[in-house]
């Protein structure tokens, strides 16, 4: 079956540090990659994706590229801030047929914690 | 436009009790999911609507969780009794359709406590 793993958290850095939480995944077939963050006290919300191989996914300076090679979808950031504390998962979906079409398998999440 | 909603927002039941959650899904959103998160883990999918029609639910435990979605549109998931192990925050999610690379919409979850 599907499957997402994350690097161990929790992670803590400094502001303006550079980020970088990995991801790697088991799928059949090829499949749409997300990362959703959830910011303390609030649901989880799409941060970005990338739909098929090569793709590069970038929303508030955040950046993910999808490597088929390596099964990979490390999450970046050049300049981390205060305010990008959160919890981070990655996620995958099949894009087409299978058991396991449209539904979101996650990784066990990454806690950042970012002081000033 | 108006998010996912969900109700309530905190629960604490006993065990042996039942427990009902409601989800209302974003307008015009066909699919409906329902997620449980466990602390420190990733939410897993327990039930995917498609309109009113259940498309997966192999990881619902049909002996104690029932879910149904009225006329396709608000959905609420049932659990009779409940045990310990299913503390954790039910998540709901809409999206457009079926298709992988749509982004899904969660609401806050309802966090349930079982003691």
């Known amino acids: 079956g599907n499957s997402v793993t994350q690097m161990e958290g929790p992670v803590t850095l400094s502001e303006e540090a550079f980020l970088t939480i990995n991801c790697t995944y088991t799928?059949?077939?090829?499949?749409?990659l997300f990362w959703y963050v959830q910011y303390p006290g609030e649901g989880l919300q799409l941060l970005l994706k990338?739909?098929?191989?090569?793709d590069k996914g970038s929303n508030k300076g955040f950046e993910a590229t999808y490597r088929k090679e390596t099964t990979s979808f490390h999450l970046e950031k050049g300049s981390v801030q205060v305010s990008d504390s959160a919890v981070y998962f990655c996620a995958l979906s099949e894009n087409a047929g299978g058991t396991s079409y449209g539904k979101l398998t996650f990784g066990q999440g990454t806690i950042l914690t970012v002081h000033p | 436009e108006a998010g996912v909603a969900q109700s309530p927002r905190y629960k604490i039941i006993e065990k042996r009790q039942s427990v009902a959650f409601w989800c209302n899904p974003i307008s015009g959103h066909a699919t409906l999911y329902w997620y449980q998160q466990i602390l420190g883990q990733g939410p897993k999918l327990l039930i995917q609507?498609?309109?009113?029609?259940?498309?997966?639910d192999s990881q619902l435990p049909k002996d104690r969780f029932s879910a149904e979605r009225l006329k396709g549109v608000d959905s609420t998931l049932k659990i009779q009794p409940a045990k310990l192990e299913d503390s954790a925050v039910y998540l709901c999610?809409?999206?457009?359709?079926?298709?992988?690379?749509?982004?899904?919409?969660f609401g806050p979850g309802t966090r349930l406590t079982v003691l």
């Open positions: 799928a059949t077939g090829y499949p749409s």
């Open positions: 990338a739909t098929k191989a090569d």
């Open positions: 999610a809409s999206s457009l359709d079926l298709a992988g690379y749509n982004e899904q919409f």
């Open positions: 609507f498609q309109n009113n029609g259940v498309v997966d």
